[in-house]
């Protein structure tokens, strides 16, 4: 069952992994903010973007992740 379970979550990694790979340059650049911790109101600053186009790339990173 374990070995089963280790194998499952390899699979839904490297699938996860695929998908990130279709992510934009910008895309890619804000879910980077998300993982490093920062909040949706602090994007648009460190980006040098509105925040219309911080929803914009999360809409986007949400539909291909």
């Known amino acids: 069952i374990f070995k089963s ?3 499952q979550s390899i699979k ?3 699938n996860f ?3 990130v790979k279709t992510l934009t340059n910008a895309e ?3 879910l980077e903010y998300y993982i490093e911790g920062y909040q949706i109101m602090e994007i ?3 980006a040098y973007i509105s ?3 911080v929803r914009r790339h999360n809409r986007s ?3 291909k992740l």
Do not use: K
Request: net charge negative; proline share 5%.
């Open 5 to 7: 379970f280790v194998l």
């Open 12 to 14: 839904i990694f490297n």
């Open 17 to 19: 992994i695929e998908r």
């Open 28 to 30: 890619y650049n804000i």
């Open 44 to 46: 648009p600053n460190l």
């Open 51 to 53: 925040m219309s186009t």
């Open 61 to 63: 990173i949400y539909e």
